[in-house]
Nanobody, 122 residues
């Protein structure tokens, strides 16, 4: 009864910017860490950025530090990823990830969005 829906993917030229959003919906008791991962063809899925709920601590892949910014709006159960100075190597399917407790009597589970394609051309 939980789903994460990404939006904002698309095509952009190198050096351009793109914004992604991911909204969690369904039965949500509490929302924990949320983040973005990406996977390019033939490569492993990798962490792009992640933000904790309470402390707002963030983690970024070294390859995106200084270019990408993660933010979230807990009232909207939404996490965002602002991507600037995009490079062709950023091309991948970007997946939203969230730790969610659906009920107070159970622990958190990780949920994944369906992914959104980001293509950066030279």
């Amino acid at each position: 009864q939980v789903q994460l829906v990404e939006s904002g993917g698309g095509w952009v030229q190198a050096g351009g910017s793109l914004s992604l959003s991911c909204a969690a919906s369904g039965t949500i008791f509490s929302l924990g860490a949320m983040g973005w991962y990406r996977q390019a063809p033939g490569k492993q899925r990798e962490l792009v950025a992640r933000m904790l709920t309470t402390t707002r601590t963030t983690n970024y892949a070294d390859s995106v530090k200084g270019r990408f910014t993660i933010s979230r709006d807990n009232a909207k159960n939404t996490v965002y990823l602002q991507m600037n100075s995009l490079k062709p190597e950023d091309t991948a399917v970007y997946y939203c990830n969230a730790e969610i407790r659906t009920h107070r009597w159970e622990g958190a589970n990780e949920y994944w969005g369906q992914g959104t394609q980001v293509t950066v051309s030279s």
